[in-house]
């Protein structure tokens, strides 16, 4: 399975690189709680989803904490979050792979309190807002940027949640606001593309060593539809 190499999407995975080892536990105590610590990638996946199927409990929710990883786990690890209608509780940080696949795949996520929910691209930021000359790269990796392309799209029809959500904060108008590595947007505009998210207390932006993390955009309805149009335009486009 191959990382995302091309420095145009290197971008999605950065926020794995100083992740804490990989967890993942059952308490006895509350059997039907799974707990996935760490980065996102093809074998902590796959030990998820053995963890659910061994588990003698039903499984009902997940509490995660993870910067990310590779996409197309992530997008796995989503699926079967749905599957299983898992609730998901972030416990210190959901970002990139995390934010883009897990919590969009739930109908109930609370974000506990300080921590860090966090998007900065999707398979749609290359083809939309910055062009690339894929013929450049090896054959294996446009595959893998191909076959990401059709499973997120699959993904965000299946889970009903605007694929856009990803990318709104690369878009023109938005980008040139950006000071910081992830974004977020307010609980009105969440809800709008689809999410079903509640914070235990404000959306937290900053690390616990003071670095201003998270950029919130609060869209009124009026310049989120019209962000979606132009977004629906840029697809046609295609």
Not at 63 to 91: C, F, M, P, W
Not at 148 to 155: I, L
Request: proline content about 4%.
């Amino acid at each position: 399975m191959y990382y995302l190499l091309l420095a145009m999407l290197l971008t999605l995975t950065g926020c794995a690189s100083k992740q804490p080892s990989f967890s993942l536990v059952i308490d006895p105590l509350l059997p039907s709680v799974i707990n996935y610590s760490g980065e996102i990638d093809p074998d902590n996946v796959a030990a998820f989803e053995q963890g659910i199927a061994n588990s003698p409990t039903q499984i009902t929710s997940l509490v995660i904490n993870s910067g990310g990883g590779d996409v197309l786990a992530g997008i796995r690890l989503g699926e079967l979050v749905y599957q299983h209608k898992l609730k998901v509780t972030v416990d210190k940080v959901c970002a990139s792979s995390c934010a883009n696949y897990v919590v969009t795949a739930s109908d109930e996520v609370t974000i506990k309190q300080d921590a860090l929910l966090g998007w900065h691209g999707g398979v749609l930021q290359p083809l939309l807002y910055g062009s690339e000359d894929f013929h450049k790269y090896k054959k294996s990796m446009v595959e893998y940027i191909m076959a990401w392309a059709e499973a997120e799209r699959v993904f965000f029809d299946m889970v009903k949640v605007n694929q856009a959500v990803t990318v709104l904060g690369m878009m023109p108008g938005l980008k040139g606001k950006r000071n910081t590595p992830l974004y977020s947007y307010d609980q009105q505009t969440l809800k709008a593309l689809g999410l079903h998210i509640t914070f235990e207390d404000k959306q937290a932006t900053v690390s616990k060593t003071g670095e201003e993390i998270v950029q919130i955009f609060s869209l009124s309805p009026e310049v989120l539809d019209t962000l979606l149009l132009q977004h629906a335009q840029r697809l046609q486009q295609l």
